[in-house]
C-alpha cells in the first residue's frame, strides 16, 4: 500500500514563499513520476507541477512556470514544490501523486495511481 503525506502548507502573504513536501512510504519511489495538483473552492483539480522518474524532466502548468519549481530526493523517498512570488489565485489545497511507469499525460490527474490528503496553502492580499 503507498501512503503519499505532504506537508509544508499555511497561510502567506502574497508575494512570500512556501515549500511543501510530500513524503512517499514507497520501497521502488525511484521508478515513479511524482506530480502535484491543487484544487480551490469550486474548481476542479488542477495540474500544477511534475517531475519524472530521474528529474531529467519537469513539467509546469503556465499557471505557476518561472515561480514554482519541483525536485526530488530519491534517498529520502521526497518530492518537493518550492512556490515562490505567491499571489492569492495560488490559495488552494495542494495534492501530491505518484504514477506508474508507462501512464499517459503528465498533466492529467486520472493518470496519477495514487494521491495524499492534501495540505492547505492560503495566500492572503
Known amino acids: 500500500q503507498v501512503h503519499l503525506a505532504e506537508s509544508g502548507g499555511g497561510l502567506v502573504q502574497a508575494g512570500g514563499s512556501l515549500r511543501l513536501s510530500c513524503a512517499a512510504s514507497?520501497?521502488?519511489?525511484?521508478?515513479?513520476?511524482m506530480g502535484w495538483f491543487r484544487q480551490a473552492p469550486g474548481k476542479d483539480r488542477e495540474f500544477v507541477a511534475a517531475?519524472?522518474?530521474?528529474?531529467?524532466?519537469?513539467y509546469y502548468a503556465d499557471s505557476v512556470k518561472g515561480r514554482f519549481t519541483i525536485s526530488r530526493d530519491n534517498a529520502k523517498n521526497t518530492v518537493y514544490l518550492q512556490m515562490n512570488s505567491l499571489k492569492p489565485e495560488d490559495t488552494a489545497v495542494y495534492y501530491c501523486?505518484?504514477?506508474?511507469?508507462?501512464?499517459?499525460?503528465?498533466?492529467?490527474?486520472?493518470?496519477?495511481?495514487?494521491w495524499g490528503q492534501g495540505t492547505q496553502v492560503t495566500v492572503s492580499s
Open positions: 517531475i519524472r522518474e530521474s528529474s531529467s524532466s519537469t
Open positions: 501523486a505518484l504514477r506508474s511507469l508507462y501512464r499517459g499525460s503528465w498533466y492529467q490527474a486520472p493518470e496519477y495511481d495514487y
Open positions: 514507497v520501497r521502488t519511489f525511484s521508478l515513479h513520476g
